[in-house]
């Protein structure tokens, strides 16, 4: 079983590693997976991750298909985090556009994403369906975290709007990709404002239908600097992710 791999999401441990710690306990899915699928006995060894950016080695001391035990080894430092956050606002997509915007976004290292509804925003779900949208979404999250072994699962904010990113977004960072914008790349940005990687970053991203001009002129007024991604229009669920992964690459979050 791959050690470098958190693919298991525990509670943190109590009392960590060394003597009188908590058993480990992993139950549901993951427990049938383990003994079921990989067929893991007592005595093999796992990285679990706490989901907040530790991880641990953990010895199985029991195994059932319905719950498996384990001792923590020893703490380790997370790997797969990268060290800039970034978080995607993203004007709310239609269908599996959203799920794959999340899904990739994970995979590709994103640390938090805020879904909003803007003035075009096509998909508008009513108010009493925001709790499942984002159970749903928390769900695809967290199943990517697992599969692209991160040590954090990226948060999923409640369904806002500009009124609720105003406080975001006025407090941190921020980049708006404009396809109206003529002059500003991103590269060009990052390279003037950043010329070191910053710890944090917001990504405002449009949905389909782009931004209106009032919505640009209101970010630009909250600090946001808005980027062009060069002369292709590239579809609303194409751009988040990429951009993300440009980001990083630029501060070379995609080493080995
Ligand atoms: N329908 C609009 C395009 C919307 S694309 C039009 O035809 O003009 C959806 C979102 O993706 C945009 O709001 C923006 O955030 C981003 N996007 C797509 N292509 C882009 C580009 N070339 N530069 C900057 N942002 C882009």
């Known amino acids: 079983m791959g050690k470098q791999m958190p693919k298991f999401f525990i509670n943190p441990p109590t009392n960590g590693e060394g003597k009188n710690k908590t058993p480990i306990i992993i139950e549901g899915e993951d427990a049938y997976h383990l003994a079921r699928v990989l067929r893991a006995k007592p005595g093999a060894q ?6 907040q950016g530790r991880c641990y080695e953990v010895i199985l001391t029991e195994v059932t298909p319905e719950s498996v035990r384990g001792e923590v080894l020893k703490v380790l430092p997370d790997q797969a985090e990268p060290a800039l956050k970034i978080t995607l606002c993203q004007s709310i997509l239609k269908g599996e556009k959203m799920d794959w915007v999340l899904q990739k976004g994970t995979e590709l290292g994103i640390t938090a994403f805020i879904p909003f509804l803007s003035t075009r ?3 508008r779900p009513a108010p009493p369906q925001f709790a499942k949208k984002r159970e749903r979404w928390a769900k695809i999250v967290t199943a990517a975290a ?3 072994g991160r040590g954090v699962i990226p948060v999923v904010h409640p369904i806002t709007s500009w009124g609720g990113l105003a406080g975001v977004l006025t407090a941190g960072y921020t980049l708006v990709a404009w396809e109206g914008e003529e002059n500003h790349s991103l590269r060009q940005v990052l390279t003037t404002r950043f010329p070191t990687a910053p710890a944090e970053i917001r990504l405002v991203i449009g949905p389909e239908g782009g931004f209106a001009p009032e919505e640009i002129t209101m970010l630009t007024a909250w600090g ?10 590239l579809r609303a669920e194409t751009a988040g992710p990429l951009t993300a992964a440009l980001i990083l690459y630029h501060y070379g979050g995609f080493e080995p």
């Not at 796992?46 to 989901?51: F, K, R, V």
């Not at 808005?226 to 229009?233: D, K, N, T």
């Open 224 to 233: 946001a600097a808005p980027v062009s991604l060069g002369p292709r229009i």
């Open 121 to 123: 925003t096509i998909a």
């Open 46 to 51: 796992i990285t679990a991750s706490d989901g």
């Open 146 to 148: 697992k599969q692209s």
